[in-house]
């Protein structure tokens, strides 16, 4: 794996880990998605809230079944950098299975107004509240990610950029800047 991969994939981990205390637990993941609802004004016990907290806690016990290899209800950031090679770089193809449906569950979720595609404000709010990300670095992000240039971000969009985001080691297609300016290796 190379350092630049290394550096991303600690990046992700900490953006997973919304509380900081350095494991990745399902309170994490509720504090995920009460995070995005907030972000998007839903009340507590919204339909929607109800919603993002049950896809989340999905995406979690996706995730703990595939990187909790020793079943103690947290990931450590070994377990998930071995999950990562021994998973999805060693297999052709298992990047798509693994993390399309998860993209697919994220997006809907930050699709405010439902038409299939994030706009700026959508995408801000995602990045923003979800990841911890500056507006500036989620603003900056989007106008990268928005590859052809027409104010949305699509699925297909998105997808690319997150397959790049753990592909590619160049710093400057757009994947690598989805978490802010690419880390310096
Ligand atoms: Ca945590
Ligand atoms: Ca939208
Ligand atoms: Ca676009």
Known sequence: MSDFLD???????????????????????????????EAFGHAEDSPQRRRMR??????????ARI????????ITPEEYGRA???LVL???????????????????????DGDGKLDRQEYRAWFVSAFGLSEHDADTAFDKVDTDDD????RG???????????S????????????????S
């Open 67 to 74: 990187a909790d290899f020793d079943r103690n209800g947290r």
């Open 84 to 86: 990562f090679t021994e």
């Open 90 to 112: 060693a297999q052709p193809g298992a990047f798509d299975a693994a993390y399309t449906p998860v993209i697919d569950a994220l997006t809907a979720m930050a699709d405010h």
């Open 7 to 37: 550096l991303k994939l600690a990046r992700r981990f900490a953006t997973w880990d919304r509380d900081g205390n350095g494991f990745l637990e399902e309170a994490d993941f509720v504090k995920g998605a009460d995070r995005l609802g």
């Open 151 to 154: 104010g949305h971000v699509t």
């Open 157 to 167: 969009e998105m997808v690319a950029a997150i397959h790049d985001y753990y592909f």
């Open 169 to 184: 080691d160049d710093p400057e297609v757009a994947g690598n800047w989805l978490l802010g300016p690419p880390p310096q």
């Open 54 to 63: 049950d896809l989340c806690l999905d995406l979690w016990q996706q995730m």
